[in-house]
């Protein structure tokens, strides 16, 4: 038979038994607990990504459909740009076809022309410096509580080679006449053109 003392020391060796047991379960139960609530957070933050997820990728699909639908447009646009170009064309080669062709002078006879302008010119201002009575230059000024008067008439022709000047222009060589006639046509908008010379296209009035 059991004494006191042994029974005493059983039941508290099952108490201390009995507690750990309950500590240990304790602890598994706030483990479980735990494991759970990370679980749980888990869950919620993952579903939280894909909703994200989720609406970038509507978003994304709706620039895309836009881009889409832009291209689209664009595309009709081109298209119609084109069949406007097309229509255009056509209308202005048929105005070509319509404008007459301008008149073409020859190059030689477009210097020769140039040569007997400028001879004309030049002989035109010879003969008026030939016949003019000249320059009279008078000065009058006080220098020193003394009036200075200075008085001069000059003759041009006494001056200048105007023999010279109507020679030399029967030496303007066909270079320089070429270079000076060059798109003369085009920039005066003269209603012909110089073959060789000045073949740009004249503008429509």
């Not at 970038?56 to 881009?67: A, D, H, M, N």
């Not at 084109?82 to 477009?110: F, G, H, N, S, Y």
Request: negative net charge.
């Amino acid at each position: 038979m059991q004494s006191v003392q042994e029974s005493k020391q059983e039941l508290e060796a099952a108490i201390r038994y009995a507690e750990n047991a309950i500590s240990s379960a304790q602890g598994t139960i706030e483990s479980m607990e735990f494991r759970q609530e990370m679980a749980q957070k888990n869950y919620q933050e993952q579903t939280g990504r894909e909703e994200a997820l989720t609406k970038q990728v509507q978003e994304l699909e709706s620039k895309v459909q836009g881009q889409y639908d832009d291209i689209v447009m664009l595309e009709r646009e081109v298209a119609n740009l084109k069949e406007c170009l097309k229509i255009e064309t056509a209308a202005l080669e048929r105005i070509r076809e319509d404008i007459p062709t301008m008149p073409v002078i020859p190059k030689a006879v477009a210097i020769a022309i140039f040569r007997e302008g400028v001879a004309h010119g030049v002989a035109n201002a010879c003969d008026e410096i030939d016949n003019d009575a000249g320059i009279s230059i008078e000065e009058s000024e006080y220098v020193g509580g003394f009036e200075v008067s200075f008085s001069r008439h000059i003759d041009l022709s006494d001056h200048l080679d105007l023999d010279w000047m109507r020679d030399k222009v029967g030496d303007y060589d066909e270079a320089s006449v070429i270079e000076a006639l060059k798109n003369l046509c085009a920039d005066k908008e003269f209603e012909c053109r110089i073959h060789g010379v000045d073949d740009q296209e004249q503008k429509v009035n």
